[in-house]
């Protein structure tokens, strides 16, 4: 055994005394097994080495399982060792101050997946002075959870872990609604070809392998995230815009609104049939800029203010026989009928009525859109165990996605294929009130044969 400053080199385990926090391990791993792995379990405070003359997958695979944490090559680049060691504070030297400006970052969440509680203090030397909200986990699975309630926006994962591997972190990632345009970075002592085609398959942005240099790593992670604050920021920008331009055509449209009511309440005297005719389709399309304008609004206000739900105990089939009276207008310039279809009589739910609402009322809207003129929409309401579901099925031309639940992504429309006008906010609000209620929505399609809107709400008696 050979002592070199502030770690170690072990190349026989006889009278072999642990004195450091690293130790690198020269000698042959498949002959040593045993004796490697009672090192590492008597020593849990110390990190582990494997120094090998030629690196394969077979030896970073057996490292890896008898708890060593690195492989790096034979001879020892001590440059590599000591950056490890200033990085994590072992050594007395202080580590040289980065001479390149790095602004802090604002309002940036990272989530590091690692279970080598080491090579998470060097990552969070990595991104310390960057201005980021880190947290870490040692376990994956735990880390797969929170992927699925929280918005992050870069991952560093490993890849060989306990339970599950870093390619399946990255799949949560890909999967979920909050994140699958999140990037992901793996950082992996695996080297081989085929670890890194598979990162790259599983939606990396990039392969990093250890060991590195905390010096460029730290320039990738904050030229990266700093891609993703100025998205932020300009998505913002844009949602602030959109918010302001709205709030002031509310005003505008409501009175136009009125002004038409009045019209057709004969206050200013009778109108011909013709004049009746031309000023309900005014009306219709002013209507419907009122529904997009809300729209915008209130996807501003989830976004940014995240209000709570005012929930109260409601009747289901009340507020859908309202939304149908509300969303008349919209059915009678196309002469589309609509029939509502109820299993049950009551159904008693705690909901936010004018969020719910604004739900049935944006489906209802939407399948009027895209339903063929003089056809028929279909509203059904039924009752299985602790939950109602509610439909809303139209025979329009369907949706020409891979996967139909696309359309509750923000943004997603097909308002210019169909010519007509429109944000793709409607549903992407719908999803997130439906989510919020403990419900679900999904939806079914075929080209050419009509769309099926389904939402679930909880059953309140």
Same mark, same amino acid.
């Given at each position: 055994?050979?002592?070199?400053?502030?770690?170690?080199?072990?190349?026989?385990?006889?009278?072999?005394?642990?004195?450091?926090?690293?130790?690198?391990?020269?000698?042959?791993?498949?002959? !040593?097994?045993?004796?490697?792995?009672?090192?590492?379990?008597?020593?849990?405070?110390?990190?582990?080495?494997?120094?090998?003359?030629?690196?394969?997958?077979?030896?970073?695979?057996?490292?890896?399982?008898?708890?060593?944490?690195?492989?790096?090559?034979?001879?020892?680049?001590?440059?590599?060792?000591?950056?490890?060691? +200033?990085?994590? !504070?072992?050594?007395?030297?202080?580590?040289?101050?980065?001479?390149?400006?790095?602004?802090?970052?604002?309002?940036?969440?990272?989530?590091?997946?690692?279970?080598?509680?080491?090579?998470?203090?060097?990552?969070?030397?990595?991104?310390?002075?960057?201005?980021?909200?880190?947290?870490?986990?040692?376990?994956?699975?735990?880390?797969?959870?929170?992927?699925?309630?929280?918005?992050?926006?870069?991952?560093?994962?490993?890849?060989?872990?306990?339970?599950?591997?870093?390619?399946?972190?990255?799949?949560?990632?890909?999967?979920?609604?909050?994140?699958?345009?999140?990037?992901?970075?793996?950082?992996?002592?695996?080297?081989?070809?085929?670890?890194?085609?598979?990162?790259?398959?599983?939606?990396?942005?990039?392969?990093?392998?250890?060991?590195?240099?905390?010096?460029?790593? +730290?320039?990738?992670?904050?030229?990266?995230?700093?891609?993703?604050?100025?998205?932020?920021?300009?998505?913002?920008?844009?949602?602030?815009?959109?918010?302001?331009?709205?709030?002031?055509?509310?005003?505008?449209?409501?009175?136009?609104?009125?002004?038409?009511?009045?019209?057709? +309440?004969?206050?200013?005297?009778?109108?011909?049939?013709?004049?009746?005719?031309?000023?309900?389709?005014?009306?219709?399309?002013?209507?419907?800029?009122?529904?997009?304008?809300?729209?915008?609004?209130?996807?501003?206000?989830?976004?940014?203010?995240?209000?709570?739900?005012?929930?109260?105990?409601?009747?289901?089939?009340?507020?859908?026989?309202?939304?149908?009276?509300?969303?008349?207008?919209?059915?009678?310039?196309?002469?589309?009928?609509?029939?509502?279809?109820?299993?049950?009589?009551?159904?008693?739910?705690?909901?936010?009525?004018?969020?719910?609402?604004?739900?049935?009322?944006?489906?209802?809207?939407?399948?009027?859109?895209?339903?063929?003129?003089?056809?028929?929409?279909?509203?059904?309401?039924?009752?299985?165990?602790?939950?109602?579901?509610?439909?809303?099925?139209?025979?329009?031309?369907?949706?020409?996605?891979?996967?139909?639940?696309?359309?509750?992504?923000?943004?997603?429309?097909?308002?210019?294929?169909?010519?007509?006008?429109?944000?793709?906010?409607?549903?992407?609000?719908?999803?997130?009130?439906?989510?919020?209620?403990?419900?679900?929505?999904?939806?079914?399609?075929?080209?050419?044969?009509?769309?099926?809107?389904?939402?679930?709400?909880?059953?309140?008696?």
């Amino acid at each position: 055994m050979q002592d070199i400053q502030k770690y170690q080199i072990i190349d026989n385990f006889d009278r072999c005394k642990i004195d450091s926090r690293l130790c690198i391990i020269t000698a042959k791993v498949k002959e !040593n097994t045993e004796r490697i792995k009672e090192l590492i379990q008597a020593n849990p405070q110390v990190q582990f080495w494997l120094s090998v003359k030629n690196m394969n997958r077979d030896e970073i695979l057996l490292a890896n399982r008898i708890g060593i944490k690195n492989v790096v090559s034979y001879p020892i680049d001590e440059t590599v060792v000591e950056t490890y060691l +200033k990085a994590i !504070n072992l050594d007395s030297a202080k580590p040289a101050e980065d001479e390149t400006v790095i602004k802090p970052l604002e309002d940036i969440k990272v989530m590091v997946v690692d279970d080598n509680i080491m090579n998470i203090q060097l990552i969070e030397e990595v991104v310390r002075g960057l201005g980021v909200s880190l947290e870490v986990y040692t376990q994956p699975v735990n880390a797969v959870d929170k992927i699925k309630t929280d918005k992050y926006d870069l991952f560093l994962l490993d890849i060989l872990m306990p339970e599950i591997s870093g390619f399946d972190v990255a799949e949560a990632v890909k999967n979920s609604g909050l994140n699958k345009n999140s990037p992901v970075i793996f950082i992996s002592a695996l080297s081989d070809y085929e670890y890194k085609i598979a990162g790259y398959n599983a939606g990396a942005c990039c392969y990093i392998e250890k060991p590195y240099d905390v010096g460029i790593l +730290k320039h990738q992670i904050y030229n990266l995230l700093k891609k993703e604050e100025i998205k932020k920021k300009i998505n913002k920008a844009r949602d602030a815009f959109y918010a302001m331009v709205t709030h002031d055509l509310k005003t505008p449209i409501s009175a136009e609104i009125t002004a038409l009511q009045m019209l057709l +309440k004969k206050n200013f005297g009778d109108l011909t049939a013709e004049q009746k005719e031309i000023i309900n389709d005014i009306l219709a399309s002013v209507k419907f800029m009122k529904t997009m304008t809300d729209n915008i609004l209130c996807s501003y206000s989830q976004k940014n203010s995240n209000p709570g739900l005012k929930l109260r105990p409601e009747d289901f089939i009340t507020m859908i026989n309202t939304s149908i009276q509300e969303t008349k207008y919209i059915l009678e310039e196309k002469e589309i009928s609509l029939e509502f279809k109820s299993d049950v009589k009551n159904a008693p739910v705690n909901a936010d009525v004018i969020e719910i609402k604004r739900v049935i009322n944006n489906l209802i809207g939407n399948a009027s859109e895209y339903a063929p003129h003089g056809s028929k929409i279909v509203l059904r309401l039924t009752r299985s165990g602790g939950e109602y579901t509610f439909s809303v099925t139209d025979s329009g031309c369907g949706i020409n996605l891979e996967n139909p639940n696309d359309i509750f992504d923000e943004n997603v429309t097909f308002a210019k294929e169909r010519k007509r006008i429109g944000f793709g906010l409607g549903l992407f609000i719908s999803k997130n009130i439906v989510t919020a209620h403990n419900g679900r929505i999904f939806a079914e399609s075929k080209v050419n044969h009509g769309t099926t809107i389904t939402f679930t709400l909880p059953a309140a008696d």
